[in-house]
């Protein structure tokens, strides 16, 4: 088990969050070093859909580590008025078996945030923190969803590559905007597709959190891997040993 305490990243070390799909993958995540864990639903959908309460009592079991679980009904980045009691509903019930957040974010008809879905949420769960998801990145008006998603209620990290085909497409678009603005530098959670040779650029722009999947299980196997603490340890490794090269630059 991690001696840090739950939900605070090592000193001033940027925050590790690592996406896990059942309590196998717990004891990796934990023991290479993870701050957080991310866990959702992929057994029918890439995108992910919200897990059952069940599971994530499992998960929570396995760890101290806070736990996040994603919220969503549907492979799309819409919701409709008829899941939105189920949602909250399940939010609640997460919360009951002890995750710590949730990760949640959607866009209206338009492809644009969808403020009043998300407020909704956030307002039947006072207090309680979470995540936009990458749904972001799927807005047809990313400038405006920015602006949006700023001004939403309890929310603490935007999780974004910059384009929806990760950051292999999006990164250059993702430092620039963190380096422009530090409250969307403060939000930003760089993830989806994250290699080692990004970090550099995105700590010196002033992102603090990263998320990692695919990359801390081997083969990069999400169907035949479990997350290997070896891999999270050398992410871990990666930001710690960055953050300090960049501290010592500014210095």
């Not at 939900?7 to 990796?28: M, N, Q």
């Not at 990145?137 to 603490?156: F, I, K, M, Y």
């Not at 040993?241 to 010592?248: E, L």
Request: proline share 5%; charged share 25%; with cysteine.
């Amino acid at each position: 088990m991690s001696m840090t305490q739950p939900g605070v990243a090592r000193g001033d070390a940027p925050l590790l969050e690592v996406a896990v799909l059942h309590p196998r993958d717990v004891a990796g995540a934990d023991e290479g070093g993870a701050d957080r864990l991310y866990l959702f639903d992929r057994s029918t959908t890439d995108i992910g859909l919200s897990p059952e309460p069940g599971l994530v009592s499992g998960v929570c079991k396995e760890t101290d580590l806070p736990v996040r679980v994603l919220l969503r009904l549907n492979d799309s980045h819409t919701t409709t008025g008829g899941e939105l009691t189920r949602l909250v509903g399940l939010a609640e019930s997460y919360l009951n078996v002890g995750a710590e957040g949730l990760v949640l974010g959607f866009l209206d008809g338009d492809l644009l945030v969808d403020e009043e879905v998300c407020e909704h949420i956030a307002g039947q769960l006072a207090g309680v923190p979470w995540t936009f998801s990458r749904s972001i990145d799927a807005s047809l008006e990313t400038d405006r969803a920015w602006r949006q998603v700023l001004r939403l209620p309890g929310l603490d990290a935007v999780h974004s590559a910059g384009s929806p085909r990760g950051l292999a497409a999006g990164f250059d678009d993702l430092v620039d905007r963190a380096g422009s603005d530090p409250d969307v530098a403060r939000l930003m959670m760089a993830g989806g597709g994250l290699k080692a040779e990004h970090v550099p650029w995105l700590l010196r722009a002033g992102v603090r959190q990263f998320h990692v999947g695919g990359s801390v299980r081997p083969g990069g196997s999400w169907d035949k891997a479990y997350v290997d603490p070896a891999h999270v340890r050398s992410w871990r490794m990666l930001l710690d040993d960055a953050a300090d090269r960049a501290a010592g630059a500014g210095a």
